[in-house]
């Protein structure tokens, strides 16, 4: 299924989850999954802002709308980092532990 199908140009056409489930007949975990394919392959970036009122691509002049997604999605990957790194500290540490019995 090709997604950008269903997803409309502009924020002020943007489609919400619920509906774009509907008209795809996706669960929400199979679009999500669609959505983040689609962004994986370089084409225009499918957004979904905070608060926003759903999923849309936007236009060249909709460029504040990409920053702030794209830095939502930065923050997210340093907190996925530092839950990483936490679980990497600890396996260390067990595994010194184990070493010391």
Same mark, same amino acid.
């Given at each position: 299924?090709?997604?950008?199908?269903?997803? *409309?140009?502009?924020?002020?056409?943007?489609?919400?989850?619920?509906?774009?489930?509907?008209?795809?007949?996706?669960?929400?975990?199979?679009?999500?999954?669609?959505?983040?394919?689609?962004?994986?392959?370089?084409?225009? *970036?499918?957004?979904?802002?905070?608060?926003?009122?759903?999923?849309?691509?936007?236009? *060249?002049?909709?460029?504040?709308?990409?920053?702030?997604?794209?830095?939502?999605?930065?923050?997210?990957?340093?907190?996925?980092?530092?839950?990483?790194?936490?679980?990497?500290?600890?396996?260390?540490?067990?595994?010194?532990?184990?070493?010391?019995?």
């Amino acid at each position: 299924m090709n997604i950008r199908e269903y997803i *409309p140009k502009g924020q002020n056409n943007a489609i919400s989850k619920k509906n774009l489930c509907r008209r795809t007949g996706l669960s929400d975990r199979e679009l999500r999954h669609c959505v983040e394919k689609a962004n994986q392959e370089g084409e225009e *970036p499918i957004i979904c802002l905070l608060g926003g009122r759903g999923y849309f691509i936007p236009l *060249p002049s909709e460029r504040e709308q990409a920053i702030e997604y794209m830095r939502s999605e930065y923050s997210r990957v340093k907190k996925t980092i530092r839950k990483i790194h936490n679980i990497e500290k600890w396996l260390s540490n067990i595994g010194q532990m184990e070493m010391e019995l």
